[in-house]
């Protein structure tokens, strides 16, 4: 069975940095986009970002300029880049993936998800 695996969450000070994974082992990996989504305690789900499987990446507003989205085909992965980050970036990070479909989609659209990681900004 398929599964997304996130990691590298853990606690970091206001101003600094994570890189967090999303490993798909034996998924045909060119043919996915992949989504980053976030889940702060007692807030809705959020759509932050989103990598194509042409590799373009989109970011919302609140995170553009700060957080940048990679992915390596070769290792299976998709590598979220956290830089400067706020308090309000606290919260569990989640990673999905969609076969076949080239642009950012709705969680419940997607085809697979991981069962996060938890990034904790607090000094």
């Known amino acids: 069975q398929l599964q997304l695996v996130e990691s590298g969450g853990g606690l970091v000070r206001p101003g600094g940095s994570l890189r967090l994974s999303c490993a798909a082992p034996?998924?045909?990996?060119?043919?996915?986009?992949f989504g980053w989504f976030r889940q702060a305690p007692g807030k809705e789900r959020e759509e932050f970002s989103c990598i194509s499987s042409g590799g373009i990446a989109n970011y919302a507003d609140s995170v553009k300029g700060r957080f940048t989205l990679s992915r390596d085909n070769a290792k299976n992965t998709v590598f979220l880049q956290m830089n400067s980050l706020k308090p309000e970036d606290t919260g569990t990070y989640y990673c999905a993936a969609v076969k076949l479909v080239d642009r950012c989609i709705k969680w419940d659209d997607m085809d697979y998800w991981g069962k996060g990681t938890l990034v904790t900004v607090s000094s």
């Open positions: 034996g998924f045909t990996f060119d043919y996915y986009t």
